[in-house]
Structures are given as structure tokens and as C-alpha cells.
């Protein structure tokens, strides 16, 4: 396999958070990289609410989908809310989503660079998360992250550690990709 960047191949959705505090100097370093995504026009359609504090993380926590239930230990979440129309256009196309997803992959790749784990997810209750938070009305909430460490993985057992260390499989290289035509 031809060599890529560390990051990329170490990131991956885990479940096990352990609850060690995540320091500020850290969350900064990643809401700095998401910061500097590339975007449509340079609209930076994105905006992050950061729940770090207990008060906080209990508010948003109350509306994570059961599914979701594992990212109530994760000690930080950043909700990431963009406008729908974020002001580029161009073919019709929802582009805010394009500079989230930037923005996100950049959070989730410098966790990684400081030994965190990030999970994107879209299971969670959008109204709720937008009242509790103070969200306006304007915004819509396209996902919500989790950031912290990962638990030690011998505290789990056998069938959840194997699930966490087990990488998510890909569609091959060659489905995916064209050579000079379709
Ligand atoms: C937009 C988006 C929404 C997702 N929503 C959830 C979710 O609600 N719950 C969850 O456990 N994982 C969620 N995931 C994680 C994906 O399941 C995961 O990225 C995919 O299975 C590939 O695995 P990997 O990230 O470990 O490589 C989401 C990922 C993305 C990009």
C-alpha cells in the first residue's frame, strides 16, 4: 500500500471515551485546525459551540440518540451548526456542507496528531440541542462531535475491544477511482 498520512490511517469513530479531561490548550488546537479548512469563497460557513463544561455537557448530552448513548462519556462536544445557505451557490449545490465536512476532518485529523479520538455523528435531536444551547433559529446543526482519549482498551470486553480496534473496511481502490475517463 502506498504511504499516506499517519493521521489518516490512525483516526477512526471509536466509542470508548475515558473521561480524563481534555486539557483547553488541546481543544484549542483542534477548533484551531478546523478553523482553517478551505471553503466555498472562503464563506467558512461553519460555527463550533463547544461543551466542555459539566453544566454544559449535561445539556447537550440529554439529546444524543440512544444509539449514541457511548458519547456521554466523552468530555468534550463540539456541535458543529452552519447556515443552510451559506452564501455559495455555484450548481445548485448545498456547498455549507462541503466546508463543514472540511473543517471536521481537519478536527478530527489534529486530535489524532495530539493522541485524542473524534467521532462525527447524526444521531441527536436537532431542536432540543438547539434550544438548550441557544442556537438560532437560522442555523442548522449538521453534526455533532465528540473529542477525548480513548479509554485503555484492556478495560473493555472482549467483544467491545474488538469492535474498537477493528478498522471499518473501504470500497476498493479501483471502484473508486477513474483514470482520465469514467
Ligand atoms: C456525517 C456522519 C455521521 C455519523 N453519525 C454517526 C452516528 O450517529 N453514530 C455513530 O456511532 N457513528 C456515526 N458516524 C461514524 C461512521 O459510522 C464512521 O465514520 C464510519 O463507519 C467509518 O468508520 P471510521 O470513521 O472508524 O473509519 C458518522 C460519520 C459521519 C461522517
Known amino acids: ?4 498520512l499517519e493521521e489518516i490511517m490512525e483516526r477512526h469513530s471509536g466509542r470508548a471515551y475515558s473521561d480524563k479531561p481534555v486539557s483547553d490548550e488541546s481543544i484549542e488546537s483542534i477548533l484551531e485546525a478546523g ?11 461553519w460555527n463550533f459551540v463547544v461543551l466542555k463544561d459539566k453544566d ?3 445539556l447537550g448530552r440529554e439529546h444524543l440518540s440512544r444509539g449514541n448513548a457511548w458519547g456521554k ?4 462536544m463540539v456541535i458543529v451548526a452552519a447556515e443552510e445557505d451559506g452564501g455559495c451557490p455555484a450548481h445548485g449545490l448545498p456547498y455549507f456542507m462541503m466546508d463543514v465536512g472540511l473543517a471536521v476532518q481537519n478536527m478530527l ?5 495530539i493522541g485524542l479520538m ?4 447524526a444521531g441527536w435531536k436537532e431542536e432540543g ?3 438548550s444551547l441557544g442556537i438560532p433559529d437560522k442555523f442548522r446543526i449538521v453534526t455533532v462531535v465528540t473529542f477525548g482519549y480513548q479509554a485503555d482498551l484492556n478495560s473493555l470486553d472482549t467483544e467491545t475491544r474488538e469492535k474498537e480496534t477493528t478498522r471499518t473496511s473501504r470500497r ?9 475517463k469514467w
Do not use: Y
Not at 476498493?172 to 482520465?180: A, I, L, Q
Open 1 to 4: 500500500m502506498v504511504e499516506i
Open 35 to 45: 478553523r482553517w479548512a478551505p471553503s466555498c469563497s472562503n464563506t467558512q460557513a
Open 56 to 58: 454544559a455537557l449535561k
Open 73 to 76: 462519556v466523552a468530555p468534550v
Open 109 to 113: 485529523l489534529q486530535a489524532v496528531h
Open 118 to 121: 473524534g467521532h462525527p455523528t
Open 129 to 131: 440541542l438547539k434550544e
Open 172 to 180: 476498493p481502490f479501483d471502484e473508486v477511482v477513474h483514470w482520465n
